[in-house]
């Protein structure tokens, strides 16, 4: 069974008790608790992300993989969203720009 999703407006323990009523079936209850718990956290990491170009986490994975063949997957992802969320923070505190001319 799929993880649920969050409804517009419903709370967080509201979501957490319809979510692992939905898994109980497939999950022991302290599974399906971490899952629906994880499942929030994402989310919220999703919102809070700032928006990075599709084409610079790309070439971040692609260069990641010439350093390693085995930095794939997931935990390439992070690594790449973190340089380039700590990159892009530098660039606003320090009112670095791009010259794009």
Do not use: F
Request: glycine share 6%.
């Amino acid at each position: 069974m799929p993880i649920p999703n969050r409804k517009p407006g419903e709370q967080k323990d509201a979501y957490i008790g319809r979510c692992i009523a939905n898994l109980s079936d497939e999950y022991p209850k302290d599974q399906a608790s971490a899952i629906c718990y994880n499942q929030i956290k994402k989310v919220n990491m999703a919102e809070e992300a700032p928006a990075i170009p599709q084409e610079e986490i790309d070439y971040c994975l692609a260069m990641l993989k010439g350093q390693n063949p085995s930095y794939v997957g997931p935990g390439a992802l992070k690594i790449c969203i973190a340089r380039l969320t700590a990159k892009k923070a530098n660039q606003e505190y320090y009112g670095i720009t791009e010259n794009k001319g």
